[in-house]
Protein backbone atom coordinates (compact mmCIF):
# COMPACT_ATOMS: atom_id res chain seq x y z
CA UNK A 1 0.00 0.00 0.00
CA UNK A 2 1.12 3.30 -0.82
CA UNK A 3 0.15 6.15 0.95
CA UNK A 4 0.20 10.10 -1.20
CA UNK A 5 0.20 13.35 0.85
CA UNK A 6 0.50 16.83 -1.54
CA UNK A 7 0.94 20.26 -0.08
CA UNK A 8 2.50 23.21 -1.32
CA UNK A 9 -1.04 24.76 -2.96
CA UNK A 10 -2.51 27.99 -1.93
CA UNK A 11 -3.45 31.13 -3.87
CA UNK A 12 -1.06 33.12 -5.87
CA UNK A 13 -1.35 36.09 -8.63
CA UNK A 14 -0.61 35.27 -12.28
CA UNK A 15 3.43 35.34 -13.38
CA UNK A 16 4.04 33.93 -9.81
CA UNK A 17 5.32 30.72 -8.77
CA UNK A 18 4.47 27.76 -5.95
CA UNK A 19 6.29 24.59 -5.28
CA UNK A 20 3.74 21.08 -4.57
CA UNK A 21 5.15 17.88 -2.62
CA UNK A 22 4.14 14.85 -2.82
CA UNK A 23 5.33 13.00 0.26
CA UNK A 24 5.01 8.82 -0.54
CA UNK A 25 4.95 6.26 2.10
CA UNK A 26 6.37 2.93 1.70
CA UNK A 27 10.22 1.53 1.40
CA UNK A 28 10.04 1.25 -2.39
CA UNK A 29 9.29 4.82 -3.46
CA UNK A 30 12.47 4.85 -5.77
CA UNK A 31 10.88 2.54 -8.04
CA UNK A 32 7.95 4.07 -8.74
CA UNK A 33 7.65 5.97 -11.75
CA UNK A 34 5.30 8.85 -10.57
CA UNK A 35 3.49 11.97 -12.36
CA UNK A 36 1.24 14.77 -11.97
CA UNK A 37 -2.03 15.81 -12.81
CA UNK A 38 -4.45 18.31 -12.56
CA UNK A 39 -8.68 18.82 -12.54
CA UNK A 40 -10.19 21.79 -13.12
CA UNK A 41 -14.04 22.56 -11.89
CA UNK A 42 -15.97 21.04 -14.91
CA UNK A 43 -13.01 19.34 -16.99
CA UNK A 44 -11.61 16.44 -16.85
CA UNK A 45 -8.39 15.31 -15.16
CA UNK A 46 -5.54 16.23 -17.36
CA UNK A 47 -1.96 15.13 -17.08
CA UNK A 48 0.89 17.35 -16.53
CA UNK A 49 4.30 15.87 -15.94
CA UNK A 50 5.73 12.53 -15.22
CA UNK A 51 9.17 11.62 -13.94
CA UNK A 52 10.67 8.09 -14.21
CA UNK A 53 12.12 6.07 -10.81
CA UNK A 54 15.38 7.23 -11.55
CA UNK A 55 14.96 11.41 -12.03
CA UNK A 56 16.34 10.49 -15.47
CA UNK A 57 13.56 11.38 -17.30
CA UNK A 58 10.66 13.97 -17.29
CA UNK A 59 7.87 14.32 -19.61
CA UNK A 60 5.09 17.90 -19.30
CA UNK A 61 2.20 19.11 -21.23
CA UNK A 62 2.83 20.99 -23.85
CA UNK A 63 0.24 23.86 -21.79
CA UNK A 64 2.92 23.24 -19.17
CA UNK A 65 6.41 23.06 -20.57
CA UNK A 66 8.92 25.61 -20.03
CA UNK A 67 6.97 26.83 -16.92
CA UNK A 68 6.80 23.79 -14.61
CA UNK A 69 9.73 21.70 -13.59
CA UNK A 70 8.94 18.34 -11.92
CA UNK A 71 11.43 16.73 -9.85
CA UNK A 72 12.23 13.82 -6.92
CA UNK A 73 14.40 13.42 -4.00
CA UNK A 74 14.12 9.57 -3.39
CA UNK A 75 16.33 10.24 0.14
CA UNK A 76 12.91 11.81 1.30
CA UNK A 77 10.15 10.07 -0.70
CA UNK A 78 9.17 12.98 -1.91
CA UNK A 79 8.40 14.47 -5.39
CA UNK A 80 7.91 18.11 -6.20
CA UNK A 81 6.50 20.13 -8.79
CA UNK A 82 7.92 23.69 -9.82
CA UNK A 83 5.46 25.91 -11.02
CA UNK A 84 6.45 29.29 -12.28
CA UNK A 85 4.91 31.90 -14.37
CA UNK A 86 1.53 30.64 -13.30
CA UNK A 87 -1.46 31.36 -15.47
CA UNK A 88 -4.95 31.51 -14.56
CA UNK A 89 -5.68 28.63 -16.48
CA UNK A 90 -3.32 26.66 -14.20
CA UNK A 91 -5.96 26.85 -11.67
CA UNK A 92 -7.38 23.37 -10.51
CA UNK A 93 -6.98 20.53 -7.67
CA UNK A 94 -3.13 19.01 -8.24
CA UNK A 95 -2.68 15.11 -7.86
CA UNK A 96 0.29 13.56 -7.80
CA UNK A 97 0.12 9.52 -8.22
CA UNK A 98 2.37 6.50 -8.17
CA UNK A 99 2.50 4.28 -11.06
CA UNK A 100 4.49 1.09 -8.68
CA UNK A 101 4.13 -1.45 -11.67
CA UNK A 102 6.84 -1.29 -14.39
CA UNK A 103 4.75 0.59 -17.71
CA UNK A 104 1.66 -0.21 -15.54
CA UNK A 105 -0.97 2.83 -15.38
CA UNK A 106 -1.17 4.97 -12.18
CA UNK A 107 -2.26 3.36 -9.31
CA UNK A 108 -2.26 5.23 -6.40
CA UNK A 109 -3.15 8.82 -5.81
CA UNK A 110 -2.98 11.55 -3.29
CA UNK A 111 -6.12 13.67 -2.17
CA UNK A 112 -5.31 16.37 -4.04
CA UNK A 113 -3.86 19.89 -3.31
CA UNK A 114 -5.86 23.33 -4.43
CA UNK A 115 -3.70 26.22 -6.55
CA UNK A 116 -5.50 29.19 -7.25
CA UNK A 117 -4.21 31.72 -9.76
CA UNK A 118 -5.78 34.81 -9.62
CA UNK A 119 -5.54 37.62 -12.23
Known amino acids: QVQLVESGGGLVQAGGSLRLSCAAS????????MGWFRQAPGKEREFVAAISWSGGSTYYADSVKGRFTISRDNAKNTVYLQMNNLKVEDTAVYYC????????????WGQGTQVTVSS
Open 97 to 108: AASTVEGGEYDY
Open 26 to 33: GRTFSSYD
